[in-house]
């Protein structure tokens, strides 16, 4: 028989304890950082996630982080399947959920009673992780000249950090002093959001902690497909709002199709962006080098078009 629903009243609680959770560990991360990208800039994001690595909570942060930080999770759980308490992991793979290098996650477990909760994670954008590039922002064509390139690593054990993995990372980056302020502070705002997931679990209990995260990934989906059941039926298309210069069309080719019902189907057969580099719309080639998305060169290179 399946589990019957939370007490909403209830629901509502431990549902904003998490996100509270989430928005804590910011102010964590804020007030222990050592670089002004995280301490001032606020280039980092947060989450409190299942045993699964579904996310069932987040900060107000960036959507390039958010978007992919299930699968980071996702792909620490797929690693690590002995993880225990003190556990610490860190990785910036982009094939394993990532961005660009330079955004660096760190992911704890909680638990309580013996029992795997979740997990928290934190992404945060290094000022440095190497490459021939202060910045780590250099001009390359293949991922081994962006940097320090980290799969899923067990970091701590038994909540002490392994000093192999640390003088790995620390001496292919520059300004290490830095970097471990910042890494510091990615552990210790990790933790934050796995200490309130302990003490959640110790007032109301482990079974119900973890039905309610259910509950909110149900939530969530109800949520997401009445907006989408909202939108008008039909083919529509995105729009590139640059901050300067006139709002156009993002994609010349494809675009969102709308059926009745809570699905979205996105087609993006090349142009504008998308897709293939060679099917590209030579007009919105043409727009993308007059507003400097693109240069003649990498028009040439990368597009087959002569832009002379």
Not at 249 to 276: E, H, I, R, T
Request: proline content about 8%.
């Amino acid at each position: 028989m399946a589990n019957p629903k939370t007490d909403p009243a209830r629901f509502e609680v431990v549902k904003n304890a998490l996100f509270a959770a989430a928005e804590e560990m910011k102010i964590v991360l804020a007030k222990t950082a050592y670089s002004p990208l995280l301490k001032v800039a606020g280039d980092y994001s947060r989450g409190i996630f299942d045993a699964n690595g579904d996310m069932v909570a987040q900060g107000p942060d960036l959507p390039i982080h958010l978007g992919s930080m299930p699968e980071a999770v996702r792909a620490v759980v797929r690693a690590f399947p002995d993880v225990a308490v003190g556990d610490v992991f860190i990785h910036n793979d982009p094939y394993h959920g990532g961005s660009h290098l330079p955004d660096v996650n760190v992911v704890a477990p909680a638990f309580h009673g013996g029992r795997l909760l979740g997990f928290g994670c934190v992404r945060a954008h290094w000022p440095d992780i190497g490459s021939a590039s202060p910045g780590s922002y250099g001009a390359v064509t293949e991922i081994y000249g962006e940097g320090l390139r980290l799969p899923p690593i067990r970091l701590y054990r038994d909540g002490k950090p392994d000093p192999s993995i640390e003088a790995i990372i620390f001496a292919n980056v520059r300004t290490p002093a830095e970097r471990l302020g910042d890494l510091r502070a990615q552990v210790a705002a990790t933790w934050r959001g796995t200490q309130r997931m302990v003490e959640l679990a110790a007032k109301y209990g482990t079974d119900e902690l973890l039905q309610i995260m259910r509950e909110v990934l149900d939530y969530s989906e109800t949520m997401m497909r009445a907006a989408l059941r909202a939108l008008p039926d039909g083919p529509a298309v995105a729009l590139l709002k640059p901050p300067v210069g006139p709002t156009r069309k993002l994609n010349s080719k494809g675009g969102f199709l709308v059926p009745a019902g809570s699905l979205v189907v996105l087609d993006a057969p090349g142009s504008g962006g998308f897709g293939d580099p060679a099917e590209r719309d030579p007009a919105a080639l043409s727009e993308d080098l007059l507003d400097g998305y693109v240069t003649s060169v990498a028009a040439r290179r990368d597009y087959g078009v002569d832009a002379a």
